[in-house]
């Protein structure tokens, strides 16, 4: 099983970023997906998820109405958008696989 996110970058607050996860060495339709994200000194936290087949999303009250999780299981990818971006989005991004298996993280601060 292989996660690969890309995406992160540095960005000024109120700006976008769209993450992508790109997942290889399982059956990525058969499985729900979820992004995680940890802030320096803070637990590693749940930010969103979608079923295997993208019909049902759940978020943290933090990012509701600013981040959209999707999903396209034809290229085996989970996309986070992100708008309105906060200094307290400030954290590396993980792409989890209901699998059990995490990715590597891509860095998100969100600074002036």
């Known amino acids: 099983v292989q996660l690969v996110e890309s995406g992160g970058g540095l960005v000024q607050p109120g700006g976008s970023l769209r993450l992508s996860c790109a997942a290889s060495?399982?059956?990525?339709?058969?499985?729900?997906m979820r992004w995680y994200r940890q802030a320096p000194g803070k637990e590693r936290e749940l930010v969103a998820g979608?079923?295997?087949?993208?019909?049902?999303?759940n978020y943290a009250d933090s990012v509701k109405g600013r981040f959209t999780i999707s999903r396209d299981n034809a290229k085996t990818t989970v996309y986070l958008q992100m708008n309105n971006l906060k200094p307290e989005d400030t954290a590396v991004y993980y792409c989890?696989?209901?699998?059990?298996?995490w990715g590597q993280g891509t860095q998100v601060t969100v600074s002036s």
């Open positions: 060495g399982f059956t990525f339709s058969s499985y729900a």
């Open positions: 979608i079923t295997s087949a993208g019909g049902r999303t």
């Open positions: 989890y696989a209901t699998i059990g298996s």
